[in-house]
């Protein structure tokens, strides 16, 4: 991936992939649901601005999912954004904490515009966001 970073915050490091011409979005540490909405707040205006119709969401370096903040994610936030565009998420999952991972489980089957799917690793993420239209 060749990206440039947009904008930074203690939780997240948000890029655009220039090849792809999709955000990457790299989630760190032990986000908070307020510090999840702010940094969402801001993926928002980008995806508005950049008119970007695919996210790469990477939580592989997440050591304490939130669960409020996944569920909110979900329900709140994804629904509203794809009216600016969205329309592909793949979401890598994090190894260290599995109680994050069910929630997202039970959610993003309840999604369907935007499309959501989860991997493993980042590779495969990225192999099925490069394939979808």
Not at 46 to 55: A, G, I, P, S, W
Not at 69 to 77: C, G, H, I, K, Y
């Amino acid at each position: 991936m060749v990206t440039r970073l947009l904008h930074e915050t203690p939780v997240l490091a948000l890029s655009h992939d220039e090849f792809t011409d999709w955000l990457y979005l790299e989630w760190y540490g032990a986000p908070t649901l307020a510090q999840v909405q702010e940094s969402c707040a801001i993926i928002g205006q980008v995806l508005r601005e950049d008119n970007t119709q695919k996210v790469l969401c990477d939580i592989s370096q997440v050591v304490h999912p939130n669960q409020e903040a996944v569920q909110w994610a979900l329900t709140e936030w994804l629904p509203t954004v794809r009216n600016v565009g969205l329309r592909y998420v793949a979401w890598v999952y994090s190894q260290h904490y599995i109680i994050g991972r069910e929630t997202f489980d039970r959610l993003h089957v309840l999604l369907t515009d935007p499309v959501v799917a989860a991997f493993d690793d980042l590779a495969s993420a990225y192999d099925w966001l490069q394939q979808q239209a």
